[in-house]
Nanobody, 128 residues
Framework: HLQLVESGGGLVQSGGSLNLSCTPS??????????VGWFRQAPGKEREGVSC????????NYADSVKGRFTISRDSSRGAVVLQMNSLKPEDTGVYFC???????????????????WGPGTQVTVSS
């Protein structure tokens, strides 16, 4: 499995922005070939899909709750996947995880069962 690390979480006021990054632990790995998803889990709730990007960035997909506010993209200089989060709301609070799968796909859906390698997560807290 791939080893992933998330970064960029923190505390922000409602309406603010954060950029989360998902990077591979191994410097020799470039995530560009793998579908990568972002997921979040709030206390007492199930993990939910937020967004995903397919192999080689052919397509992206977003949960309805974040469409128009979040943008997923690849940072080719770091071999990373970035989730830009704008207009944050208190309901966006949770632990955010990135995940990848080694199956090359030109489409994706942020369904947890479709992803095999997971990072440890980073906390995002949005205050009202």
């Amino acid at each position: 499995h791939l080893q992933l690390v998330e970064s960029g979480g923190g505390l922000v006021q409602s309406g603010g922005s954060l950029n989360l990054s998902c990077t591979p632990s191994a410097l020799t790995v470039d995530l560009v070939y793998y579908p990568v998803g972002w997921f979040r889990q709030a206390p007492g709730k199930e993990r939910e899909g937020v967004s995903c990007i397919s192999s080689s960035s052919v397509s992206t997909n977003y949960a309805d709750s974040v469409k128009g506010r979040f943008t997923i993209s690849r940072d080719s200089s770091r071999g990373a996947v970035v989730l830009q989060m704008n207009s944050l709301k208190p309901e966006d609070t949770g632990v955010y995880f990135c995940a990848a799968t080694e199956t090359v796909r030109t489409d994706c859906a942020p369904i947890p069962e479709d992803f095999r390698s997971w990072g440890p997560g980073t906390q995002v807290t949005v205050s009202s």
